[in-house]
């Protein structure tokens, strides 16, 4: 079965920083791109960035770029996004989702909660 | 930015009715349009490139559509199917979604 588990989320002041993890099993992760996307509160969902299945090749939506940094560990089947120079806009849920075909997302983890607020 | 226009933004409807919802891209997306459902967490994909039934998702979801504009119809409605929908094109990133279409029983 697929799983994809996101953690290390929680509440930083505005300006902080975090570490995302998402922890993928049931699949060759090596051999799958991978994509963040968030939810804020009330709010519809919003592409974040992905990456390709060695890593060599990351893009980022323009409200992140140059504050948040996605990378994987395929050897420990884990995706990462550092989310940096954090803004109360940036508050959402976290979601991890595993790529096929053309860039449809075939597989969400179950979000994980960032709350920007001082 | 490719945007993506979703209609309508809420829905009520009853068990049994066929509800169709739309999706407007701002530019051509040929056959790259995607639509998922979000009950409660993580969202699900029920179809992928605009006609294309993911495994395991019930045959009352269709999809149809090219270009720029797009259609997701649910021929008859079960009561597992009062939720959130997006529409998500897949033709170039940013991979934008639409609005979203909260579906609700009348």
């Known amino acids: 079965e697929v799983q994809l588990v996101e953690s290390g989320g929680g509440l930083v002041q505005p300006g902080g920083s975090l570490r995302l993890s998402c922890a993928a099993s049931?699949?060759?992760?090596?051999?799958?791109?991978m994509h963040w996307v968030r939810q804020a509160p009330g709010k519809g969902l919003e592409w974040v960035s992905r990456?390709?299945?060695?890593?060599?090749?990351?893009t980022y939506a323009d409200s992140v770029k140059g504050r948040f940094t996605i990378s994987r560990d395929n050897a420990k089947n884990t995706l990462y996004l550092q989310v940096n120079r954090l803004r109360t806009e940036d508050t959402a849920v976290y979601y991890c989702?595993?790529?096929?075909?053309?860039?449809?997302?075939?597989?969400w983890g179950q979000g994980i909660l960032v709350t920007v607020s001082s | 930015d490719i945007q993506m226009t979703q209609s309508p933004s809420s829905l009520s409807a009853s068990v049994g009715d066929r509800v169709t919802i739309t999706c407007r891209a701002s530019?051509?997306?040929?056959?790259?349009l995607n639509w998922y459902q979000k009950v409660g967490k993580a969202p699900k994909l029920l179809i992928y490139d605009?006609?294309n039934l993911q495994s395991g998702v019930p045959s009352r979801f269709s999809g149809s559509g090219f270009g720029t504009d797009f259609t997701l119809i649910i021929s008859s409605l079960q009561p597992e199917d009062f939720a959130t929908y997006y529409c998500?094109?897949?033709?170039?990133?940013?991979?934008?979604f639409g609005q979203g279409t909260k579906l609700e029983i009348k």
């Open positions: 049931g699949f060759i992760f090596r051999s799958y791109w």
């Open positions: 989702a595993r790529v096929t075909g053309a860039d449809r997302f075939d597989a």
């Open positions: 990456i390709n299945s060695d890593g060599s090749s990351t």
């Open positions: 998500q094109q897949s033709y170039s990133p940013p991979y934008t």
């Open positions: 530019q051509s997306i040929s056959k790259y």
């Open positions: 605009t006609t």
